[in-house]
């Protein structure tokens, strides 16, 4: 959320609403009532919600004090807490996300890309074969997720034999699961606080991940590549079929 270039380096959203900070954003139109707002939509009686239409860019006094009030209430955070925003926005109509995005971030402990997705980097390592108890894997869990025989066509009944990793099928590094559980908690809070809908993941180990997907994305792209967790392992990269990596 942008905050403006009167407040201090550290972009505090604080301090801006303290100053009742004045943003660049779009000033948008409401075509039933004529009036004109910088909310992308805006909510009818019925509960439903109305476009507004983009009119051009202007400094604007959005009641940046009330926002944080509101948006600390609804993320149910106590006292001042040191959430950053943007001094400014590089979008052709500036529109800012919801306030309570960035509050719920802070609260979870996640940090956000600049498009707004929340990314971990890793280094790639090619792996076509694995063994259940390599990766945390249970039988249990290998039959739900339809790996039922192993490489020979034998029935999969111990940890040790050997599978064929399927071709969106990935297993992650340990020492980033606590990063996911974390995402997924924001995202639950998100859907719950922000938009009133209920929880999807309701994660609450890296085993809960098991089954879940993901996108995978090299960085000189912008199309990415879904994937399944299928386990977790001590390395420092993550491993996934070679036509998943060249994908």
Not at 115 to 129: C, E, P, Q, S
């Amino acid at each position: 959320f942008p905050v403006g270039f009167r407040v201090g380096n550290k972009r505090f959203m604080r301090e801006a609403a303290a100053k009742n900070a004045r943003i660049e954003v779009g000033l948008r139109e409401d075509s039933d009532t004529g009036t004109t707002t910088w909310k992308r939509f805006l909510k009818n009686p019925d509960g439903s919600f109305r476009k507004t239409k983009f009119v051009e860019l202007k400094e604007q006094d959005i009641e940046f004090q009330k926002l944080w009030e509101d948006s600390l209430k609804r993320a149910d955070v106590l006292g001042t807490p040191e959430v950053k925003g943007v001094k400014g926005m590089t979008s052709v109509e500036k529109t800012p996300e919801a306030m309570l995005k960035g509050v719920l971030r802070y609260k979870h402990g996640v940090s956000v890309f600049r498009d707004g997705t929340l990314r971990w980097d890793m280094v790639d390592i090619t792996m076509t074969h694995f063994r259940p108890c390599e990766i945390g894997m249970t039988i249990s869990a290998a039959h739900k997720l339809g790996y039922t025989h192993d490489v020979f066509g034998e029935p999969l009944n111990d940890a040790n034999q050997t599978c064929e990793l399927r071709v969106q099928d990935v297993v992650l590094p340990q020492n980033c699961a606590d990063n996911l559980v974390k995402a997924t908690k924001f995202l639950d809070d998100l859907l719950v606080r922000q938009y009133g809908e209920d929880p999807y993941y309701n994660v609450e180990s890296p085993e809960d991940l098991i089954g879940h997907l993901g996108m995978g994305i090299a960085p000189h792209t912008s199309g990415a590549i879904v994937c399944r967790i299928i386990g977790f392992a001590p390395v420092k990269g993550h491993y996934g079929h070679p036509f998943f990596h060249a994908a």
